[in-house]
């Protein structure tokens, strides 16, 4: 079987798990690899919800693609990127920087470098994880759209 293929197939299945384990990692679970948690966990149950709701609506899109639906495996653009947003979200759990009232709590990339990565350092790579994030969700979002209109538009089967 092709590599696309079965990248595709994984992606069909995984996108449904990963969009409701992702946020809880990144809100509570990244407490279990060293991070402290504050704030940021209060957050992540307050909103960690709507959080899961805007990840699973590209695979919800995906389901109104036929081609997609018939054969159980995405697109390669949309898996692509797909996959990219899971890496980028799993990495930025363990950078993000949690302060609140007082200073700033350790992220697990901190705590594992012994401080040799500053909260200063982890935050700059989460603010460029997070650009990958939103660009990875926005081209997903897209492909996802793009294979409805493709579909609908050639009558793919």
């Known amino acids: 079987m092709h590599l ?7 992606v069909f299945v995984a996108q449904w798990i990963l969009a409701v384990l992702l946020p809880v990692f990144f809100f509570l679970g990244r407490g279990f690899v060293g991070a402290e ?3 940021l966990t209060v957050f ?3 909103y960690g919800f709507f959080v899961v709701v805007v990840l699973l609506a590209p695979p919800v899109m ?3 693609d036929r081609t997609v639906r ?3 495996r995405t697109r390669w653009g949309y898996g692509f990127s797909t996959i990219v947003l899971w890496v980028a979200l799993a ?3 363990l950078v ?3 302060a609140g009232d007082g200073p700033p709590l350790d992220s697990a990339l901190t705590v594992w470098t012994g401080g040799a990565v500053s909260q200063e350092s982890a935050g700059t790579i989460f603010a460029v994880l997070s650009v990958a994030i939103g660009l990875a969700y ?3 979002f897209g492909f996802a759209v793009a294979g409805i209109a493709r579909w609908r538009s050639t009558g793919e089967s």
């Open 4 to 10: 696309a293929a079965r990248s595709g197939r994984f």
């Open 37 to 39: 948690l504050g704030w």
């Open 44 to 46: 992540g149950i307050v």
């Open 62 to 64: 995906t389901l109104f």
């Open 70 to 72: 018939q054969q159980k």
């Open 91 to 93: 990495l930025a759990a």
């Open 96 to 98: 993000v920087p949690d």
């Open 138 to 140: 926005l081209v997903a």
